[in-house]
């Protein structure tokens, strides 16, 4: 198993930058397929971006493409979520996660929060 702990989550005005971070422990992120998920008030959770492996393939939302980037130190055993140009409508809290299946996601971070003011 893997645990997951996201942090780097804060208070920032449209336009800016927040570089969040998913801290991971008990098994090497090299074996998951790695991802961040987020949920807006009101809303259901939903998917921003994932990282099959290092320098391997990248998939992002729509909503957050050429402004988000995923990224992986394997030697931190951490993942990265960089974030630029943000907009009001990305306030939401931030979820980690980890698989190693094609669909399902089988661990979650405990969420850290991002909020964004216009």
């Known amino acids: 198993q893997v645990q997951l702990v996201e942090s780097g989550g804060g208070l920032v005005q449209a336009g800016g930058s927040l570089r969040l971070s998913c801290a991971a422990s008990?098994?090497?992120?090299?074996?998951?397929?790695m991802g961040w998920f987020r949920q807006a008030p009101g809303k259901e959770r939903e998917f921003v971006a994932s990282?099959?492996?290092?320098?391997?393939?990248?998939s992002y939302a729509d909503s957050v493409k050429g402004r988000f980037t995923i990224s992986r130190d394997s030697a931190k055993n951490t993942v990265y979520l960089q974030m630029n140009n943000l907009k009001p409508e990305d306030t939401a809290v931030y979820y980690c996660a980890a698989t190693t299946r094609a669909i399902t996601w089988d661990y979650w971070g405990q969420g850290t929060q991002v909020t964004v003011s216009s």
């Open positions: 990282s099959i492996t290092s320098g391997g393939t990248r």
């Open positions: 008990g098994r090497t992120i090299n074996y998951y397929r």
